[in-house]
């Protein structure tokens, strides 16, 4: 069976400081990723989507990035955090039209 | 236009009432469309799809209106158990997968 893997769960980072959140999907090749960030009270704003390795579509221009190193990894990164970076960071896998999502990060610029 | 959009509500139900809510959709080569399920601080889960006119599993109603371009959900007999956040999703030809920024329902006892 499928399952996706994200971490860390929670997470708190100073104004400025660098991030990396990583997201692994188990028992599927070649899937579409997906990051979303959800800001308290809102809903799902698609960040980057990726169709295969090192492709990265980028739906948001921001302080984020995103890469694909290998075939079930989508990495989230920053190099320098802003206070409106806070959030909840999903990644989510889509498998023919239905998305699976990871229980996500709960992520807290201070 | 928004691609989705939605009535972030709260709806506030009692217990055993019907309620529903819709979602607009901009894109007319929307395909399928989706109805997800988000408790608070927890990630979305999917609820039902409709790829035609609608669909009905148990207490749940998804109605397609094409002309109009929405979505409906359609709860019966509300449980306190459905208080949660709805999101629907129109899926189109391509990769994307943009979410509409969900209805909150709250169903009191």
């Known amino acids: 069976s499928q399952t996706i893997h994200q971490w860390p769960a929670t997470l708190v980072q100073p104004v400025g400081s660098p991030l990396s959140l990583e997201c692994t999907v188990e028992?599927?090749?070649?899937?579409?990723l997906y990051w979303y960030r959800q800001a308290a009270g809102r809903g799902l704003q698609l960040l980057f989507y990726s169709v295969g390795i090192g492709q990265i579509s980028s739906e948001v221009p921001q302080n984020l990035s995103a890469s694909r190193p290998q075939d079930r990894q989508f990495i989230l990164s920053s190099k320098k955090l802003l206070l409106s970076d806070s959030g909840f960071y999903l990644c989510?896998?889509?498998?023919?039209?239905?998305?699976?999502f990871g229980q996500g990060t709960r992520l807290t610029v201070v | 236009r928004k691609e989705v959009e939605q009535d972030p509500g709260p709806f506030n139900v009692p217990e055993g009432a019907t309620v529903a809510f819709n979602c607009t959709y901009s894109n007319s080569a929307s395909q399928s469309f989706f109805w997800y399920r988000q408790d608070c601080r927890k990630e979305p889960k999917l609820l039902m799809s409709v790829y035609s006119s609608g669909n009905e599993d148990g207490r749940f109603t998804a109605q397609l209106n094409r002309a109009s371009q929405y979505i409906s959900l359609l709860i019966r007999d509300s449980k306190l158990s459905d208080s949660a956040t709805y999101l629907c999703v129109p899926k189109g030809a391509g990769n994307m997968l943009t979410f509409g920024g969900g209805t909150r329902l709250m169903v009191k006892p």
């Open positions: 989510a896998w889509r498998w023919e039209v239905e998305a699976f």
């Open positions: 028992g599927t090749s070649n899937p579409n």
